[in-house]
């Protein structure tokens, strides 16, 4: 393979270091803020899940505006104070003593949040060769879906032997790798899109990526599906009776993801999106079906932890590669943007959502409803792709060499 083809570059190294600390703090606090809220604030449930909706909604917000600051004020000044930022609020925690200052705190964690995991996925695809972007995009991706792991395990480990004020500072110092790790980040440069030189009103276009959206509005459906999971999973098997074997669902869902993982980014290069994406999202309904019935039973609840991790791990990547496919060479920023915002829409949306349904019905429900949305997603997908044309943008740059 030659260096141009070059995935685990010392940059690519670097960006994909700062996405796994950066999604470490997310998840860590993800899954212990709502414990913290309820037992050491004195606070209730809904109120301990208003502190992961909030910061999310603050993403959304920042997402439009992303493209804009990369834009305007370029990649590497861009991740370098988007993670500056993100760190030092993370510091703050260790102070906040109330409810309405971890709100307000989350807020603003949240802003930092939208334009740093928009900023380095834009620099991940800028430093992937184009060849291989399906693959490196998984690589990459690999990050987030491993930090899913280790933040939840490390969180909930650590409260056990440390308070939460300790948990806060250990994981605020983490986050200092991550600033290092983004001084070392080179930046490659981009053939601008030809308009970009044009001098512009304010548009749609200075937001967001217009021909991205189709793949981003099919992605806020997996999104949804993809929140039962990480909001709920804990909480079904805590009411199931399977508690002791809770931590280990997102163990085996990481090794068969990190194991399936590079095989479906080089299909995804070599055959294009739709034996990637409709394959998985088949496996993914397959794996929530099972879920809903493993009742009691420990070994059907991670078989289905398996099945959901070949089935969503590669979702993520596909559709992220496809809305930066879709906006061309100089907009991966605002590509990137317009995916992650319905993306965060659809995990916001289904945490709120899928709570009314486990409130009205159960968890049994709960994902068959997702299965069969899943199911439609599906649907979505052909007919979009349909529209699109039979030749994908990554069929025609692939060179014979690696097919």
């Known amino acids: 393979m030659s260096n141009q083809n070059k995935i685990w570059t010392k940059d690519f190294i670097n960006i994909s270091l700062i996405q796994f600390i950066v999604f470490i703090g997310f998840y860590t606090l993800l899954t212990t803020l709502p414990i913290y809220v309820i037992e050491d604030l004195g606070g209730t449930e809904a109120q301990g899940g208003l502190v992961v909706t909030i910061m999310l909604i603050a ?19 861009t991740l370098l104070w988007s993670t500056g930022l993100f760190t030092g609020t993370m510091f703050f925690y260790f102070f906040i003593e109330s409810f309405t200052g971890i709100m307000v705190l989350r807020f603003i964690h949240g802003l930092s949040f939208g334009v740093l995991t928009t900023v380095a996925s834009a620099i991940a695809a800028d430093v992937v060769p184009n060849a291989r972007k399906g693959a490196g995009l998984g690589y990459f991706a690999m990050a987030t879906n491993i930090a899913m792991v280790v933040g939840p395990f490390l969180g909930l480990t650590l409260i056990q032997f440390v308070s939460y004020k300790m948990l806060f500072m250990i994981i605020s110092f983490v986050a200092v790798i991550g600033v290092l790790c983004s001084v070392q980040v080179k930046v490659p440069h981009v053939t601008s899109n030809p308009f970009s030189n044009v001098k512009k009103k304010f548009s749609i276009q200075s937001l967001i990526e217009v021909r991205a959206l189709p793949i981003a509005f099919i992605s806020l459906f997996v999104g949804i599906a ?170 025609q740059q692939i060179p014979a060499e690696n097919m």
Not at 59 to 77: H, L, Q, V, Y
Not at 342 to 369: K, R
Request: net charge positive.
């Open 226 to 395: 993809y929140s039962s999971i990480l909001s709920y999973v804990s909480v079904f098997a805590n009411a199931s009776g399977l508690a002791h074997v809770a931590s280990y669902f997102f163990v085996v869902f990481a090794i068969v993801m990190i194991l399936a993982r590079p095989s479906f980014g080089q299909l995804f290069d070599v055959k294009g999106p739709k034996y990637v994406i409709i394959p998985c999202l088949l496996i993914f309904s397959i794996g929530l079906v099972m879920l809903s019935f493993s009742g009691d039973s420990a070994w059907l609840f991670l078989i289905a932890a398996g099945v959901i991790g070949l089935g969503s791990g590669s979702l993520l990547p596909s559709f992220q590669t496809m809305c930066i496919q879709a906006g061309g060479p100089g907009r991966s920023g605002h590509s990137t943007a317009t995916f992650y915002i319905f993306w965060d829409i659809g995990i916001a949306t289904g945490s709120y959502v899928l709570g009314m349904i486990v409130a009205m019905f159960n968890f049994q429900v709960l994902y068959i409803v997702c299965a069969v949305l899943l199911v439609f997603v599906v649907g979505m997908f052909i007919i979009q792709q349909s529209w699109h044309g039979k030749k994908t943008p990554v069929q």
């Open 59 to 77: 993403a959304i917000i920042m997402r439009p505006i992303s493209g804009g600051i990369i834009e305007k004020f370029g990649k590497k000044r």
